[in-house]
């Protein structure tokens, strides 16, 4: 049995404390539903592409009916404006339609779809800032079939998304410098593949249409919560809002577990275009990763509370960010093999995924794992590495800054 203090002991016959941090506190109602379902979805889709199944798109019912309920969504909120309009310009001179109209205005107009918009305050690459990290994007973009992205954010989460911002349709790609800093440059290749995967597959499309629907219906609801503690009156109302209030509930769990089955066979997918981009080797390199994010987060912790504490005088204060990422970097070329295997043990018994839509990550490792490996189609070298090093070497410290400045939160 191996041991290294800063990971847990574990025996590798018996699954000796194996998971011995069991999640302390419960997540919610939905959190849960919606694990247990993506696990049996991705467990069945596992089973379709072992039994030599392809894992093309198709035609989805459920997800074709969730598209439908979105947009039923959309028109009501739609519904609303223009009733509302209509009372205001139909009723004018009796004050009590004008007012009604007016307020169905303001409804409709709080429930309008939003779109996502280029982070405020966040770190921006463009093009002419990282003509390298841009043409190796191109390259994969070429390789997933789409088009490349038009601006780059970086932050300081151990992830990736990507995500299409307003309605002219930039393409976002967040990079969380975490993450990227601690892969090898054909991982890096590999997340880049799977992330311009959600693109091709038109995941952000649609996701777009339907997280706008979902947020409208986020607002319905918190609109229809019952008051705390209600007098006479408001107790009515509670009563009167207890059946919308339900059916709001009932439709938002209806779509999540609609779309769960296209957004699990949408991370495969994108996982096959990340072992396109990167080899399946790199992409089963990356999954190994993501096991070990929380690590990643906590070694991050632990350093940024060490600089902050260094003292601050004879100039030092400037530079204390100094190294962060070599330490990351080394800490995690430092864990052992024992704890990426403990790390798919636990994965395998907790459904470990990236969040409650992803499929388990040890399902998706074994998915890309099912047919014959694929070779890299996009390639680096020293040379090109060199220059994207260069081009971040802002952002790295500018992003080490404000993790030393800021922590980490635990
Ligand atoms: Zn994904």
Known sequence: MPVDSRFAAWCGVCDWNVDPAEPAEEPGRLARVRRTLARRHGERLLAEVSAGGALRPGKDTSALLAHGIALAVHGVTVALVAGGVWCVVGGWGNPVVVVAGLFLVALGWSLRPRLPRLPKDALLLYRADAPALYGLIDEIARVAGTRSVDVIAVDADVNASVTTCGVRGHRLLTLGLP????????????????????????????????????????????????????????????????????????????????????????????????????????????????????????????????????????????????????????????????????????????????????????????????????????????????????????????????????????
């Open 179 to 410: 993450l990227w800093e601690t892969l090898e440059h054909r991982q890096r290749i590999a997340l880049l593949g799977h992330e311009l995967g959600h693109y091709s597959n038109g995941d952000t499309r649609r996701g777009a249409v339907f997280g706008t629907a979902y947020r409208s219906l986020t607002i319905w609801h918190y609109y229809l919560e019952p008051t705390e503690d209600p007098a006479p009156l408001e107790m009515l109302a509670n009563l009167v809002y207890l059946v919308p209030r339900s059916l709001v509930s009932g439709l938002l769990m209806l779509l999540d577990q609609l779309t769960l089955r296209s957004k699990q066979r949408a991370e495969y997918l994108a996982d096959s275009v990340a072992a396109q981009a990167g080899s399946t080797e790199a992409a089963v390199e990356l999954l190994d990763r993501l096991l070990v994010a929380e690590s990643v987060h906590i070694a991050l912790r632990r350093e940024s509370i060490r600089l902050r504490a260094l003292p601050r005088s004879a100039g030092r204060s400037e530079g204390r960010q100094d190294g962060l990422w070599e330490v990351l970097a080394a800490h995690v070329e430092s864990i052992p093999e024992h704890e990426y295997e403990r790390q798919r043990r636990v994965g395998a018994r907790r459904g470990h995924s990236v969040d409650d839509t992803h499929p388990p990550t040890h399902q998706r490792r074994a998915c890309l794992l099912v047919g014959a490996p694929v070779p890299a189609a996009v390639v680096s070298d020293a040379d090109r590495e060199q220059r994207i090093a260069a081009e971040l070497a802002d952002a790295r410290g500018q992003v080490a800054r404000q993790i030393v400045r800021d922590g980490v939160d635990g």
